[in-house]
């Protein structure tokens, strides 16, 4: 028996009972009560009413939307002018059954999921035409695909947010799990004049400082014929999260003499390599020169064999950190409408909104990776660790560690405007036509420093892991400013550059009536994007702390070690043996040390207390000091950037021409409406890389500083594919209030822009594994069916149970491939080309000429990803059972299976989708007092693929999250019946203090937790 479909069964058999007895409910009380009294007595009943305003009668207005849609669609309207339900678009969706919510580490809601596919495969739209947003995603997020991150956009602006889950053939493709609506406002939402304006102090409990955001709005209309509407949104959050995080988790490389087992090394990874020997300063007692072989291993961790200690695995850079600053955002929206006739109606919606990220993020690392740590007294979980196994304490002597100051800067904006108009043409005959233009821009300014604990300084690290967070300390002071230094430590100038720009134009034309509409039109869409790479890190390097040469050469020549020296001076002849030839002939220019900016006996006194009792760089100091402005502002471009984001460009132009027929009909007297069509979509794509070249001159000039730079250029490949997308939907009222709907249809997304870049990308700083695009790659396919029921029992409250099913097409794997180091050369990367730490990885594994690495590569599959769920959504008022009139709850849940079959089916999944989430709310709202709780659930779901740190069988997971939210507000002006009083808000968000976490292959081995705290909002708002 399958448990999971008979609890589903279960499930919706339960709130459909629960439903009609509180339908039976309604229906009962309204009936006339039999008159027992005496002729001519008055009987005087008490009268209770319910007033139907704020939050109800958003949810009353989604009730009634979604009774009279024909298709599967939801939608959340505003509580009034200028005034949504939720804070956030993407917490507010979250309501809609089959949406789910991706979070920044702040806690915030940034992107939506619809039933089981990935934010990518969800088109939205502003004013009913593409948009797309520059932002890279979450902090440090290499997001190169479609989402829009919504934390962007102000509730305060929109008046209506509607999904669409079943597409219609006038809809704009690209939306293979669903189509999002963000409807800003306009004057005609209410006649009149209207004005609203709010202020609200926000306190983040964990942050040392307090917040605010507000909003004004105010609209006019002329006689029905002229309006025009203007708002502006503004806030400044200081917000802070703390918490763990690892760049993956990894296994010892053990050599042959320290294995000599026949599955040596069998699972992967090996990032960290243990010493032949023990170096001097190793610390913990051991003595220098003593061999490191097997005997030596299995003797200092005793009960273990030498295939737990190959295969068990710890943190690869597990820190501790802490990131806060600012956000601020500010948003304007102005609309304008013109209703000369009453069948013409012009329309004008302009909307602009900028987000400043100023945020510091400082991370607290133990230094495994490419490093020498000696395992002591380890123990692990698993007898059997053949498939890897996790270890849950040990000591690691000869360790390092550093800290990772990053100064973070995201600012983005988008500027969109979307002129149209609607004509009724005939009685029978409409047109509508509507263009749109949005840009969106975006820059990421993430430079890094990094001092590190001194080699063979004796440093040993306590390692324990019960599941949760790890616990990593150190026998040496890390919060001391001394115990830092240059030696192995580094500085990086990074930057990532966007724009995007959408320009289009739609046109509908439909004759009909009621019973039967006929409507036809023609969509063209250009949407393009560019993403530009800088990194001045290497000359930014040389000046802080590697002896600051007269002359520094951008690679492949070589670069000084960051070591903090200072020898103002001396002779820097041996750092470009070759300067005055190739490249350089002719140049005469004295070549010496000038000394570190940064001297080592200097760093440690830009390490000051930071203003949560840890350790902070005096940034601004170390900025000037260190020139970076003007590295920042010289840093040439490069291939990719820090976020992992690989420089590319794509430009679609598609052209759409659709067909369809609506109407109404009752066969057997069930009031029928229908609606099929078909749409034709044509794609014309441009994708394009910056790839490097190692100049051919440099072939017979082997000496640094005789070089000659790589050869950059913009490589671009063109396509064109065609897509057909069929579309049908019925819904009959079978009894009154009691909706069946079926839908069958086929969607479609476009492919993630950075797989289709005809280049490579190898940026990480271990320099062991990186992508390498695919142009030929075909759209993702969905065949839908949708089958579901909807009781309306009353007022806002309904049942909602559908069924649904997506086979999805054209899912890609991607192919790991372990190459030579030097098979990169024919895409122009080789040593020279590498950054000085990625030089440093290379050397460990043995140098250039032995070390390997993982090339991943995507392709189609052929083969089919099957997903089937259910969605149940309810909405109930309680006024007819309980004797306190005003309360309700809400309820959504949705559950998600999916299954692969054909090639590929143990490899590819939709990522980031959870079988079960679930949203629940409570609330209450009469006489002008409202209060809402609010409990969100998401269960724990793959993340990532597979070979996460070149582990074969490590994908990365998201653990179960639940959230309660607070909401409450007073109006005055009712409760004391008093015109032009203000209303009171109080939210609390993340009641329960929920922490994010997420794991690398076993559930104990914690990949990322972050702990954003309670977050505390009081306001007001006046309506005018």
């Known amino acids: 028996m399958n448990h999971r479909t008979t609890a589903s069964r279960r499930a919706a058999l339960g709130l459909t009972v629960m439903a009609g007895m509180i339908a039976q409910a309604y229906a009962q ?72 919510v991706s979070r920044d580490v702040t806690g915030e809601g940034m992107t939506i999921q619809i ?127 703390t918490g763990f995080e690892t760049v993956g988790w990894t296994n010892p490389n053990l050599t042959a003499s320290q294995s000599t087992s026949a599955t040596r090394n069998n699972t992967g990874g090996g990032n960290w390599t243990i010493p032949a020997t023990v170096p001097a300063g190793a610390g913990n007692g051991l003595t220098a020169g003593t061999p490191i072989d097997q005997a030596f291993l299995l003797a200092h961790n005793p009960g273990l064999t030498i295939g737990q200690i190959d295969n068990a695995i710890i943190p690869r850079l597990g820190r501790t950190m802490e990131y806060y600053g600012t956000k601020d955002k500010i948003s304007g929206v102005f609309a304008a409408e013109y209703r000369p006739t009453q069948d013409l109606h012009f329309y004008l919606d302009t909307m602009y909104s900028k987000k400043d990220d100023d945020m510091q993020r400082n991370a607290y690392t133990w230094a495994v990776r490419n490093n020498a740590s000696i395992p002591l007294n380890m123990q692990v979980d698993k007898t059997d660790c053949a498939n890897g196994c996790t270890v849950t304490s040990g000591t690691y002597a000869n360790a390092l560690n ?76 890390l919060n001391n400013p001394a115990s830092y230094q240059w030696i192995g430590g580094r500085v990086n100038v990074q930057n990532e550059l966007r724009e995007t720009e959408t320009k ?13 509409t006929v409507k036809g039109g023609l969509a063209w869409d250009d949407i393009d994007r560019t993403i530009r790479g800088q990194d001045n890190s290497a000359a930014w390097q040389a000046a802080v702390c590697g002896n600051n040469p007269t002359v520094f050469l951008q690679g492949p020549n070589g670069a000084p070690p960051c070591n903090g020296a200072s020898t103002p001076g001396a002779s820097a002849a041996a750092l470009y043996p070759g300067y005055g030839t190739g490249y350089t002939a002719g140049q005469t220019a004295p070549l010496t040390y000038q000394g570190s900016l940064i001297t080592n ?26 020139k970076y402005d003007y590295y920042n502002s010289t840093a040439p471009d490069t291939g990719a950037s820090s976020t992992g984001a690989s420089a590319g460009y794509i430009r679609e132009k598609s052209k759409a021409v659709y067909l369809e027929a609506s109407g109404e009909l009752a066969p057997a007297g069930f009031n029928t409406r229908w609606n099929v069509g078909v749409r034709y979509v044509r794609t014309n794509q441009q994708v394009g890389s910056r790839n490097s070249f190692s100049d051919p001159r440099n072939a017979s000039l082997p000496l640094n500083g005789s070089k000659y730079p790589n050869i950059d250029s913009w490589v671009y490949q063109d396509s064109e594919y065609n897509n057909t997308l069929p579309s049908g939907t019925l819904a009959v009222d079978v009894v009154k209030d009691v ?126 990803l099957r997903i089937r769920g259910l969605e149940v959504g309810w909405v109930q008022p309680l006024d007819k059972l309980l004797p306190i009139k005003g309360f309700g709850f809400n309820e959504t849940l949705t559950l998600i299976n999916q299954k692969a079959s054909g090639e590929g089916s143990n490899g590819f999944i939709a990522l980031g989708v959870p079988k079960k989430t679930n949203n629940f709310g409570v609330y209450y709202e009469n006489h002008g007092y409202m209060a809402r709780f609010m409990h969100t659930y998401s269960q724990g779901s793959q993340v990532a693929t597979a ?6 069988q490590a994908a990365l997971f998201s653990d179960t999250y639940k959230q309660w939210d607070f909401s409450s507000s007073i109006e005055l002006d009712q409760v004391f019946d008093r015109e ?32 954003p705290g309670r977050t505390f909002a009081f306001g007001l708002r006046m309506k005018f």
């Open 947 to 952: 070979n996460q740190s070149g582990i074969t």
């Open 601 to 626: 006996a200097a760093l440690p006194g830009y390490l000051v207390p930071g203003p949560y009792g840890k350790l902070a760089l005096d940034w601004d100091r170390f900025r000037q000091d260190s």
């Open 402 to 477: 550093f800290i990772e100051f990053g100064p973070r800067r995201d600012k983005v904006d988008l500027l969109g405007i979307n002129p149209g108009m609607e004509w009724k043409i005939t009685p029978k005959l409409t047109l509508d036509v509507a263009g749109n233009w949005n840009r969106s821009r975006f820059t990421h300014e993430a430079p890094t420093v990094m001092p590190i604990t001194a080699p063979n300084s004796g440093n040993t690290i306590t390692y324990a892991n019960n599941g949760g967070v790890p616990s990593i300390v150190s026998n040496l002071d």
């Open 504 to 516: 289009g134009f739609h046109t509908n034309l439909a004759w009909g009536d009621k019973k039967l």
């Open 115 to 241: 039933r089981g596919l990935g934010s990518s495969f969800t088109k939205i739209l502003l004013n009913n035409s593409p948009v797309a947003v520059a932002s890279s995603g979450p902090i440090d997020g290499a997001n190169t695909n479609r989402e829009v991150d919504l934390d962007l956009l102000p509730t305060d602006l929109f008046t209506k947010l509607t999904v669409s889950k079943s597409p219609t053939a006038d809809q704009i493709e690209g939306g293979a799990a669903g189509v999002v609506n963000l409807r800003s406002a306009r004057p005609f939402d209410k006649e009149g004049k209207q004005l609203s304006m709010g202020l609200t102090g926000t306190k983040q409990q964990i942050a040392d400082k307090a917040g605010v955001r507000g909003n004004i709005m105010a609209s006019n209309t002329w006689d029905g014929k002229f309006g025009i509407l203007g708002g502006i949104s503004f806030s400044r959050q200081q917000a802070r999260t």
């Open 739 to 864: 909706v069946v709907r079926a839908a069958l249809s086929r969607s479609m997304t476009r492919v993630n822009p950075n797989s289709l870049r005809p280049g490579v990308n190898f940026s990480g700083v271990s320099a062991d594994t990186g992508t390498q695009g695919n142009p030929n790659l075909k759209p993702y396919l969905s065949d839908n069916i949708d089958l579901g029921i909807d009781w309306y029992t009353g007022r806002e409250g309904y049942v909602s149970v559908t069924g649904f099913q997506k086979r999805v097409n054209g899912f890609t794997v991607d192919e790991n491939v372990t190459l030579p180091f030097s098979a990169l050369a024919q895409y122009g990367i080789n040593y020279g080309t590498l950054i000085p730490t990625q030089q440093l990885a290379i050397d460990s594994r043995g140098g250039p000429d032995v070390a390997t690495v993982v090339m991943t590569r995507p392709r189609n599959a052929d083969g089919i």
């Open 980 to 1011: 032009g009083l203000p209303m009171l808000t109080f939210d609390i968000v993340n009641l329960n203090k929920a922490k994010r976490r997420g794991y690398f292959q076993f559930p104990n081995a914690t990949m990322s937790e972050y702990d």
């Open 29 to 100: 009380q309204a009936a006339p009560a039999a008159d027992t009294s005496p002729p001519g007595a008055t009987a005087e009943a008490p009268i209770t009413s319910v007033q139907v305003t704020g939050y109800r009668n958003s949810l009353l207005s989604s009730a009634r939307d979604k009774k009279e849609a024909v298709g599967f669609q939801d939608s959340i309207n505003a509580e009034d002018f200028g005034k949504f339900p939720d804070k956030n678009l993407a917490e507010s969706l979250s309501r809609v059954p089959g949406v789910g």
